[in-house]
């Protein structure tokens, strides 16, 4: 494994982190935490240190999971969560960003994982206008003045939302997560640029494109199930399994796994600090976290 710091937190993160939407539920598969537990104890062996999650990953239950398995090695893992919803079922969540309701939200994250601070605390896809509510940086602030929080960033919700990076060092967030592949490099032309001028550490999600950079898919796939991915599928999906294939043929290297090959492509622009793919078995965390070997 490798490791970058994490923009100006000083925090040395491995460079494949664990995303965690999978354990949620809403990706067609419900998790036990014997489960979960094999998929993090690969990782941790693997020297994976960084986890991301949100609250609304289920009603805190990807985070319940996850502090089942950390509670006992807290100080070996890294974690960052989210606020910002309120789960009510599949696909289906309210938004709250106002202070208090962020405060609660937190004390929740808290007491799910199992533990008394988190290290990155991420505005889960906030709105420009809820970026703004009156009080919640300050709010946020207060938090990490009480130890619950170590640092806070930023999951924006637009790959092009210059509005929010250019202003995250105001309002004292450290970190992005924005949507970035080989598929979706709009980032790098505004958001990537930013968060190198302002020291901000980068997360990549959905660096897999939601598995149709994972080498498993050819185009004419229909994704079928109660899942995210199925909810998805239409023209634009094909259109991409197309972009997908001629990407095999032209850039991967011959014996290379594709899904490796698209995690080190994102790892190869510097200003990325991390990716973040989710991963359903043990088997998929080797994978994903062998991508390591393949960048300098």
Known sequence: MKYRTLGSTGLEVSVVGVGTWQFGGEWGVDFTQEEVDAILGTAKDAGINLID??????????????GGYIKNQRDKWIVATKFGHHYHGFMDRTRHFDPADMVKQLDESLKSLKTDYID?????SGTNDEFQIDGLWDALQRQVEKGKIRHFGLSISGNDNIFQTSRAK????ETIQVVYSRLDREPELGVLPQCEKNNLGVFARVPLASGLLSGKYKPGHIFTGT????????QVTQDRLNEVAKISMEEVPEGVPMAAWALAW?????VVTAVIPGSKTPEQVLANASAADLID
Request: hydrophobic share 35%; glycine share 6%; proline share 0%.
């Open 227 to 234: 899942n995210v991915r199925a909810s998805r599928a239409n």
């Open 266 to 270: 994102c790892l190869k622009n510097n």
């Open 170 to 173: 105001n309002i004292g967030a």
């Open 53 to 66: 999650t949100a609250e609304c990953y289920g009603d805190h239950l990807s985070e319940s999971l996850i």
């Open 120 to 124: 990155i605390y991420q505005m889960h």
